[in-house]
């Protein structure tokens, strides 16, 4: 019954900012109809959801994004999937000396902190001796 209020309430949510009800959008008994939602906005309970990592992925820089949330199974999803040098899961201040620190995209490159730090000042060079 929850599962069903929580489809319930994201799709009135989204009627009411704006969306154009396509299909469905009807519950019998525990069962919601497949629904097809156009025109859904940004500010929507179902675009949170569905469409937040696309949403945070097309900006240009990637130094830092945050989930907050209490699956670990989403958690470690979104970490992934989000195109950021530094993700906080339920913290929002997730930067430490120990850890690498820096962004992706227009962000810039490369890492400070830790030993990702160091390694940028380094030159690595492969000697083979055959003796």
Do not use: C, M
């Not at 937040?52 to 989403?74: E, M």
């Not at 992706?104 to 030159?123: C, D, P, Q």
Request: glycine share 12%; no cysteine.
């Amino acid at each position: 019954e929850a599962a069903l209020r929580k489809v319930q309430t994201h799709v009135e949510d989204a009627l009411a900012k704006g969306a154009r009800l396509v299909a469905g959008g009807e519950a019998k008994g525990l069962f919601f109809a497949p629904t097809v939602l156009l025109d859904v906005k940004p500010e929507s309970l179902l675009f949170r959801e569905e469409e937040a990592v696309r949403w945070a992925n097309g900006f240009p820089v990637g130094l830092a994004a945050y989930v907050f949330t209490r699956d670990l199974s989403r958690a470690f999803r979104a970490a992934e999937a989000l195109a950021y040098g530094i993700v906080g899961v339920n913290d929002g201040v997730p930067s430490t000396p120990q850890a690498p620190f820096g962004g992706v995209k227009r962000s810039g490159l490369g890492r400070e902190g830790g030993k990702w730090g160091l390694l940028e000042y380094l030159e690595v060079k492969y000697v083979s001796l055959g003796l």
